[in-house]
């Protein structure tokens, strides 16, 4: 079965620093990723899919994730954390099994920039 | 392009209470539809998908129910609420088929139950 693994509850980073987001996945063949924002009361906003081709995968506001097949990982990165990013991370994989694309989430992780 | 639409965004109802949920999609035809609910700000658990009118898959036994009644409109439904039924509603499409395009999240329904 697919599964996704999000192992930090919350990140704390300052603003100005890097900031990573971590996800592992578990899929039968190929895995199609993605990830995701939520602001409070709010739906989840799409940040950006890894389906094939080149491991880093540039996205929306600045993020960007690293594909890496040998760690199963799929880490969400940006250069430099504002506090406008403070908010919750989904990482995703899309299940096929039934016949029907469906996406498996992760439990999520709060991101907190201080200033 | 494409929008959707949730309603209403907040409601208090009480225990034993009807609920009915209505989520719209404009801007394309014959999307997949998914209702999720988030419990306590954290993980998603999908309820009910969708591939066409009047198709509803169940990914839990629970108190609810979805139909599918237009091809761009997805309605969750209850006849009587329970106190577990709290949370935060949110409705899904993507384009029809098994490709790669992510999904579309509404703004989601914040329901409490008294």
Known sequence: ?115 | SQTIHQWPATLVQPVGSPLSLECTVEGTSNPNLYWYRQAAGRGLQLLFYSVGIGQISSEVPQNLSASRPQDRQFILSSKKLLLSDSGFYLCAWRPPGLGNQPQHFGDGTRLSIL
């Open chain 1, 1 to 115: 079965a697919q599964s996704v693994a999000q192992p930090e509850d919350q990140v704390n980073v300052a603003e100005g620093n890097p900031l990573t987001v971590k996800c592992t996945y578990s899929v039968s063949g190929n895995p199609y990723l993605f990830w995701y924002v939520q602001y409070p009361n709010r739906g989840l906003q799409f940040l950006l899919k890894y389906i094939t081709g080149d491991n880093l995968v540039k996205g929306s506001y600045g993020f960007e994730a690293e594909f890496n097949k040998s760690q199963t990982s799929f880490h969400l990165k940006k250069p430099s954390a504002l506090v406008s990013d403070s908010a919750l991370y989904f990482c995703a994989v899309r299940d096929i099994s039934g016949g029907y694309n469906k996406l498996i989430f992760g439990a999520g992780t709060r991101l907190a920039v201080h200033p």
